[in-house]
């Protein structure tokens, strides 16, 4: 399986950016896909998830403002981010976890592949 992560960009605060994982190798409607960041000198963190039953989960920074989406036609998930804070700004990656649950959806290492980053930078 492969992950390739797009849409990332410059915006202003406030603004919007929808970032996309399209997949090869594999169909994403069956699979758990999440999102995670890193901004410079910091751990990478959970953004979104959406499980194959199309559960979603966020991490409390984000709620209310992203949302994780799939569009089965296009193998694609997608990440919609809006009210973009200057504190969103990192590389977003797309990940997949086989036998990705709940408890662990946080997990990094709990993913098994990775897309490459997609950079976002929230700047006035």
């Known amino acids: 399986v492969q992950l390739q992560a797009s849409g990332g960009g410059l915006v202003q605060p406030g603004g919007s950016l929808r970032l996309s994982c399209a997949a090869s190798?594999?169909?994403?409607?069956?699979?758990?896909i999440g999102w995670f960041r890193q901004a410079p000198g910091k751990e990478r963190e959970f953004v979104a998830a959406i499980f194959r039953t199309s559960t979603r989960h966020y991490a409390d920074s984000v709620k209310g403002r992203f949302t994780i989406s799939r569009d089965g036609a296009k193998n694609t998930v997608y990440l919609q981010m809006n009210s973009l804070k200057l504190e969103d700004t990192a590389v977003y990656y797309c990940?997949?976890?086989?036998?990705?649950?709940?408890?662990?959806?946080?997990?990094?290492?709990?993913?098994?592949?990775w897309g490459q980053g997609t950079l976002v930078t929230v700047s006035s």
């Open positions: 190798g594999s169909t994403l409607q069956n699979l758990n």
């Open positions: 990940a997949l976890g086989e036998r990705l649950i709940l408890s662990s959806v946080t997990i990094a290492r709990m993913y098994d592949y």
